[in-house]
């Protein structure tokens, strides 16, 4: 075999050889030049999907807390109420009758008494009624609404008070004293409100650390109220000489009573609870205030020195002055969405 074949079955040998290496060096190359592409394709989908899954969620959990404490709401509540107020009514007695006066000049002796002051009891009472709300969502984060109750209770005080003190218009030891016994009573008794309310959700688990995911509305009151008060008074009095017996009275008796409707201002505080779908629990402290109130009560002398009361004396009014009238109320109450 001459030369020029021995070098062509070589080349042709060698070529045979190298077709599979060449083959699988293109195949793994190729798997290399797409990986790259695959993960830039899936980064950004990661990317966009990520706020897309929270944003909702925050939205749901806001629509929510509000809506448990939206809308129309019917209820009742039942608690106790402390309330009183001042009390004051300076009527003076003298020998010569009401208010009167003895002597002239530099000498003028003018009758004067000791007033009736005390400070009404604060004792603990009972009260119950029902309300009416509707609230919308303010904000996206809070509640405001307008709320309107009628209470039904009793808020009474009263007191008895005597006094003995000597006639400024006879002085000395054998001059002469006046005794005297007043009583008033009042009664703070069924009251209406016509309240603003405004609240903040809060989630209590976020507060506390709490497992459990209950949310409470936080809220105030604001407005006017309009409730019946009504009272008595009762006024004694007899001057008689300071030693022996009471030769020659001075008497007088005034009485009253009364009724008015007064508008005072309530405010409040309280915590409003989601207990179940469609029923809410809630606990409020109330505080309102009608200011004071001036009634006019007549007082008459029976008898002036034992006689038939004659003259100007004989008659006066006792200006009857309640004041920081007011009364504070602990709630318990139940709400049913409609």
Partial sequence: MNRSAVL???????????EPLLAAEGETAAPREQAAPARERAAP??????????QPQRQATQTTSNSSFTGSQ???FGGGNVGGGGFADPVALCQGGLNSVSGSGPFT????????????SHRVQGSGGGFYSYS????????????GEIVGQRVNSSSTQSNTHPDPTFPGPLGRTTSETYTSNFNIGTNGSVLVKFGVPVNISRLTGSPYNQTVLIYGLVGPTWARIDGSYTYTGINCPAIG?????????GALNWSQTKTGIG??????WAFMPGVNLRLEYRYTSFGSINQNAPVAAGLVL?????????????????NNLNFQSVRLGVGFSL
């Fill in 74 to 76: 019917a209820g009742g």
């Fill in 8 to 18: 062509a079955i070589s080349v042709l040998a060698l070529t045979a050889a190298a």
């Fill in 45 to 54: 989908s990661a990317r966009r999907t990520q706020p897309a899954r929270q």
């Fill in 306 to 322: 034992g006689g038939p009361c004659v003259g100007v004396t004989c008659a006066t009014v006792a200006n009857i002055n309640i």
């Fill in 245 to 253: 017996p009471c030769f020659a009275p001075t008497t007088a008796y």
């Fill in 109 to 120: 002796l003018t009758c004067s008494g000791v007033p009736y002051v005390y400070s009404a």
């Fill in 136 to 147: 919308v969502p303010l904000f996206g984060w809070a509640v405001i609404g307008v709320q």
């Fill in 267 to 272: 405010v409040g505080i309280g915590g409003e």
